[in-house]
T-cell receptor, first 117, second 113 residues
Framework: GAVVSQHPSWVICKSGTSVKIECRSLDFQATTMFWYRQFPKQSLMLMATSNEGSKATYEQGVEKDKFLINHASLTLSTLTVTSAHPEDSSFYIC?????????????FGPGTRLLVL | DQQVKQNSPSLSVQEGRISILNCDYTNSMFDYFLWYKKYPAEGPTFLISISSIKDKNEDGRFTVFLNKSAKHLSLHIVPSQPGDSAVYFCAASARNYGQNFVFGPGTRLSVLP
């Protein structure tokens, strides 16, 4: 159990277009979902935390108008990269915490690789 | 089903003793493994990695052991320090097949002074 999926797994887009990435918890309800971006040296930067039915909490330095996060249900959160630019090219990973699990238990999705030309 | 498992949700260790965090995987294609450390309200930071051609990699107080036949890896922290208290995630990837990382659910380590 505890599977999180992401779609698409990779995407190539032109500069200026918007890209939507979906994160789904397949067999559990996730009250909280997290969005990360992977940087060189493999560390993951927390971009935002989203709770179902409320606005996402963005980390300092993350533009909320550029990275739109919607957590519309207990099993789905979306990240939309608006007006993407080459510097947005990266690996984006989501994770989800189960409703009745430990607060620190996070199940990670497989990630989405974004390349902006 | 989860391909990377960390069966211990939490672990408590006395300061100065050894902490051993375990991780099991099911996909025999995995050839690269990493450990991440995560503090509250922060993203996981890379700690140490190991390629499948090795069975041990050491970096200061941190050593990762890989047992390919058992599909098991472990992270040893010696000596454990209170600052090591965090959640540790194990991750694996099949680099030769171009696959992204698969993360385990994490183990919370508490190092008691």
């Amino acid at each position: 159990g505890a599977v999180v999926s992401q779609h698409p797994s990779w995407v190539i887009c032109k500069s200026g277009t918007s890209v939507k990435i979906e994160c789904r918890s397949l067999d559990f309800q996730a009250t909280t979902m997290f969005w990360y971006r992977q940087f060189p040296k493999q560390s993951l930067m927390l971009m935002a935390t989203s709770n179902e039915g409320s606005k996402a909490t963005y980390e300092q330095g993350v533009e909320k108008d550029k990275f739109l996060i919607n957590h519309a249900s207990l099993t789905l959160s979306t990240l939309t990269v608006t007006s993407a630019h080459p510097e947005d090219s990266s690996f984006y990973i989501c994770s989800a915490s189960p409703r009745q699990g430990r607060e620190e238990t996070q199940y990670f999705g497989p990630g989405t690789r974004l390349l902006v030309l | 089903d989860q391909q990377v498992k960390q069966n211990s949700p939490s672990l408590s260790v006395q300061e100065g003793r050894i902490s051993i965090l375990n991780c099991d995987y099911t996909n025999s294609m995995f050839d690269y493994f990493l450990w991440y450390k995560k503090y509250p309200a922060e993203g996981p930071t890379f700690l140490i990695s190991i390629s499948s051609i090795k069975d041990k990699n050491e970096d200061g107080r941190f050593t990762v052991f890989l047992n390919k036949s058992a599909k098991h890896l472990s992270l040893h922290i010696v000596p454990s320090q209170p600052g090591d208290s965090a959640v540790y995630f194990c991750a694996a990837s099949a680099r030769n097949y171009g696959q992204n990382f698969v993360f385990g659910p994490g183990t919370r380590l508490s190092v008691l002074p």
